[in-house]
């Protein structure tokens, strides 16, 4: 089970760490929104009820509470990298589309039955992609999908995933959605291919030692 699931969660982890494909807005164009991909906006709550659903999931899988502070700790970026994956779902979605690429209903099933005979179970198998991976049990076959969108997509394009010509597609996608993502949630360093904290030099951080002499 250990190999399989880090192999199918790879991909994923690639597609945060490794996409050149999103540009950040240059201001506040569309009040109340995390993102627009394709006109279509991702709202700051809709952002916040998928980072609560992780939140309760991990309450539910982990009722001790010094374990759940710690699980929170393990997951300090989880509004951000919440996020870079709702929008890179709608972006892969896209490119696979413009490759006539397709997932089925069976195929999603097919891939986690396996996964979960190697877990132990359906239970087994939720808490450990929740655990690892912060995928919350109600959104495990969309994040099957994700998986099986981007290996069919490389395979319809005759390469890998980590290939060039793999995030090629993603970044036409990317263009044709005129992404735009706000900034107060980071910007994309396209050379270094990673997600950068936006600079606000406007915003003062207020620390401890601030609040104490201001007190």
């Known amino acids: 089970m250990h190999r399989r699931r880090r192999s199918a969660f790879v991909l994923s982890a690639a597609i945060v760490a490794a996409a050149p494909v999103l ?3 240059a201001g506040d164009a ?3 929104a995390a993102a627009v991909v394709g006109g279509q906006r991702i709202t700051v709550a809709q952002l916040e009820n998928r980072v609560d659903e992780v939140r309760e999931a991990q309450r539910a899988a982990v009722p001790d509470d010094a374990q ?3 699980a929170i700790a393990k997951t300090g970026t989880l ?3 919440t996020l870079h994956g709702m929008v890179l779902d709608r972006v892969l979605h896209r490119a696979a589309g413009d ?3 397709t997932v089925t209903r069976k195929e999603i099933q097919q891939m986690r039955g396996g996964l979960e005979q190697q877990a ?3 239970r087994a198998l939720e808490t450990a992609w929740l655990q690892q991976y912060g995928i919350p049990p109600q959104r495990l076959d969309d994040n099957l999908r994700l998986q099986l969108e981007a290996q069919k997509l490389a395979a319809a394009l005759g390469t890998e995933t980590s290939r060039p010509e793999f995030w090629k597609a993603l970044s036409k996608a990317s263009t044709a959605l005129k992404v735009d993502l706000n900034p107060r949630y980071g910007s994309w360093d396209v050379q270094k291919s990673s997600r950068v904290d936006a600079k606000t ?3 003062r951080e207020v620390t401890a030692t601030d ?3 201001t007190a």
Do not use: F, I, N, S
Request: with cysteine; charged share 10%; hydrophobic share 20%.
């Open 68 to 70: 759940y502070e710690q």
């Open 99 to 101: 490759a006539g690429v």
């Open 79 to 81: 509004t951000r990298d």
């Open 201 to 203: 030099p406007w915003v």
């Open 211 to 213: 609040t104490q002499q």
């Open 120 to 122: 132990g179970g359906p």
């Open 30 to 32: 569309h009040p109340g």
């Open 23 to 25: 540009t950040a807005c």
